[in-house]
């Protein structure tokens, strides 16, 4: 028999209210023995609870009969007066009426295995939780929604296509069916992998919404790039000298830019170093220089061809530092900024520039088919089988068969249409307590 669970769904400490959440086969006869039985459903109800004729709060409380629930089953919320020794007294009554304390993500995983969500909108609720930006916020309702799911529902629908195609030739030899069937699966499956590419080539825009655009600042030693680094952030977080090479280690820092998470990173100034720390420095600056999704390409007076030069892409900036000191002439190779972090001019402008291009990199028409690393790497494993089968049409049918079969798997995994025990302790190990 399925346990009965609760836990908070509210931050623990104090607070005006705490909500206790209830799911399980055990939840009517708990809250009866509570004192709050006769609740009409989805409805408030306030409630003196008691337990051995002792008050534990007066609680508004809410009932969601089975099926009509998050989790599917008979659940219900408590919401209790927020003080700790309320949550603690009712959190034992509960135990001692036979319920148990849920685990991270026990009420989601109830509701995917109850039918009530797939895999992927499971995921959608976890990073909806954790989101701090709109477009986080966006990219997670619009899983919820279905939109992920619909995008692998449809590379399965294409694919059963095509191995239902396969599997007519094999299994009906002596029927009267068109010579050569499975072979007309090859167009179904190049239009396949067309797709796939795409949303393989796609593949970043999900993951730097979910886990925040990478800008780097980069630039040789004195040329601003601490200064311009604090003047972003709006806070001394760098310290700045007139000493060349005062920064040694990579400095992150999380702030929000057109309502896009961006990680902005700021580097120890590229030059060549006998100092085995300023060295090492150097190594981390470069290693985040060539992961990042921005550079921005940091250049004081006078510096025209130096190391950082090596570093920066065609579709990075130039942020000329020190602008109320005049103009300068830079490359015409690259997009130019002139800032002054003294006075503030040109700030405003680049701050613009950044916005539009996080518009540009992460916004879309359409949902991005990958959000997590999961979701990508069994897309590539569903892209590998269905190539393996396209290449095996023209040798044995059979064979192609085996490996769409494979390609099926991998793509239902995304959403858990088939058996996916092995994966859902890693999903719902990231969940809050609660939900």
């Known amino acids: 028999m399925t346990s ?10 104090r607070g005006a209210i705490a909500v206790l959440r209830l ?17 009409k459903p989805r409805m408030a109800s306030l409630r003196r609870l008691t337990w051995n004729d002792v008050i534990l709060d007066e609680a508004l409380v809410l009932s969601f009969p089975a099926p009509h629930s998050y989790t599917g089953e008979d659940c219900a919320e408590l919401h209790l007066h927020g003080g700790r020794a309320v949550v603690e007294a009712v959190s034992e009554a509960l135990i001692s009426l036979g319920l148990l304390p849920a685990e991270p993500g026990e009420f989601t995983r109830r509701a995917f295995e109850n039918g009530r969500l797939d895999l992927a909108q499971a995921e959608a609720i976890a990073d909806l939780i954790d989101a701090e930006t709109t477009a986080q916020a966006g990219q997670a309702l619009g ?3 279905g939109a992920l799911s619909k995008t692998y529902n449809g590379f399965r629908r294409d694919l059963l296509k095509a191995l239902a195609l396969v599997e ?8 009267e ?13 190049d239009g396949l992998l067309r797709d796939m590419d795409a949303a393989l080539a796609d593949a970043d825009r999900g993951r730097r919404v979910r886990d925040g655009y990478r800008i780097v600042l980069i630039g040789e030693t004195n040329a601003g790039k601490s200064s311009l680094f604090n003047a972003l ?24 830019i057109g309502g896009y998470a961006v990680t902005l ?12 720390i300023e060295a090492e420095g150097v190594r981390r600056a470069r290693a985040r220089a060539e992961a990042a999704d921005l550079r ?4 004081g007076p006078g510096d025209e061809n130096g190391a950082a030069a090596a570093f920066a892409r065609p579709d990075d900036l130039i942020v000329k530092t020190k602008a109320d000191l005049g103009d300068q002439v830079f490359s015409l190779r690259h997009e130019t900024v002139g800032v002054s972090t003294k006075t503030g001019q040109g700030l405003g402008d680049l701050h613009d520039w950044i916005s539009a291009r996080l518009a540009r990199d992460l916004s879309g028409g359409d949902f991005p088919a990958v959000t997590r690393e999961r979701h990508r790497r069994r897309l590539v494993e569903a892209r590998s089988a269905v190539e393996a089968g396209r290449r095996a049409l023209a040798i044995a049918p059979e064979m192609a068969g085996d490996d769409l079969r494979r390609a099926a798997d991998a793509l239902a995994r995304v959403t858990g249409a088939i058996g996916v025990e092995d994966v859902l302790g890693e999903v719902f190990a990231t969940f809050c307590i609660g939900k």
């Open 233 to 256: 952030v709006s806070r001394e977080a760098a310290i700045v000298t007139p000493i060349a090479g005062t920064t040694r280690d990579v400095l992150d820092a999380e702030l929000v």
């Open 23 to 39: 799911s399980g086969p055990e939840v009517p006869s708990a809250l009866t023995a509570l004192g709050a039985g006769g609740l």
């Open 168 to 175: 007519a030739e094999i299994d009906f030899p002596d029927e």
């Open 143 to 145: 899983q919820l929604g």
């Open 296 to 299: 921005l390409w940091v250049r």
């Open 265 to 276: 990173s700021d580097t120890a100034g590229l030059r060549e170093s006998d100092d085995p």
């Open 4 to 13: 009965t669970i609760f836990a908070l769904a509210t931050p623990p400490g």
């Open 177 to 189: 069916i068109p010579d050569n069937l499975a072979h007309t699966a090859g167009p179904v499956l």
